[in-house]
């Protein structure tokens, strides 16, 4: 069974202290890794695909890359509009209609 | 372009009680979603609609039903309410193509006493 484990449950940063959220995956192949940031009494907002073990993606203080058992979201710098929860979610490779296996989320936020 | 569009909002129903949760996409979307979302356990796949006519069990189907009334609109009926599905909706709707990222409307918060 696909499964996504997301640590730590909430993290709380200062603002320009960098750090990294995992989230660990059990998929029989990936099709695809992706990263959500949601906004409370918001929908999830898409960040990024991941395909491939040694891909990465950037976009303004959130870099996200992926092995084949693990992606980490690394935050650099991060300013208080970072704060969210941040979602991971894999699709097996045997899918082919878009069903995610979607993790807890990890809780951001950052004070200034 | 307002993207993904759900309503209502806010509900509250009695156990029991049936209601339909609305979601329409102005994208031009094929498939869209439903999920529930529900403190320590993430979103869970309700039910699908890979096109327009066909609709599939998700991960927690049970006590839901679904109607793809169109391309654009995708509904959840609750036949009879239970507090087991006082939770946050969201209908999701992607594009045809290779890069699966889905697009989320703004939730429905709903509460069965």
């Known amino acids: 069974e696909d499964q996504v484990t997301q640590s730590p449950e909430a993290l709380r940063l200062q603002e320009g202290e960098s750090s990294s959220l995992n989230c660990s995956y059990t998929?029989?192949?990936?099709?695809?890794l992706f990263w959500y940031r949601q906004d409370p009494g918001k929908g999830p907002e898409f960040l990024f695909t991941?395909?491939?073990a040694g891909e990465e993606k950037e976009k303004e203080r959130l870099k996200a890359t992926l092995t084949k058992k693990e992606s980490f979201l690394h935050i650099t710098a991060p300013k208080p509009e970072d704060s969210a929860t941040y979602l991971c979610?894999?699709?097996?490779?045997?899918?082919?209609?878009?069903?995610?296996?979607f993790g807890a989320g990890t809780q951001v936020v950052v004070t200034p | 372009n307002a993207g993904v569009t759900q309503t209502p909002k806010f509900q509250v129903l009695k156990t029991g009680q049936s209601m339909t949760l609305q979601c329409a996409q102005d994208?031009?979307?094929?498939?869209m979603y439903w999920y529930r979302q529900d403190p320590g356990m993430g979103l869970r796949l309700i039910y699908y609609?890979?096109?327009?006519?066909?609709?599939d069990k998700g991960e927690v189907p049970n006590g839901y039903n679904v109607s793809r009334l169109n391309k654009r609109e995708f509904s959840l009926r609750l036949e009879s309410a239970a507090p087991s599905q006082t939770s946050v909706y969201f209908c999701?709707?992607?594009?045809?193509?290779?890069?699966?990222?889905?697009?989320f409307g703004p939730g429905t918060r709903l509460t069965v006493t």
């Open positions: 994208m031009n979307h094929n498939s």
């Open positions: 979610a894999v699709q097996a490779a045997t899918d082919s209609w878009g069903k995610l296996q």
């Open positions: 609609s890979a096109s327009e006519g066909t609709t």
């Open positions: 998929v029989s192949g990936l099709r695809g």
């Open positions: 999701a709707s992607m594009p045809q193509g290779a890069s699966y990222e889905q697009y």
């Open positions: 991941l395909y491939s």
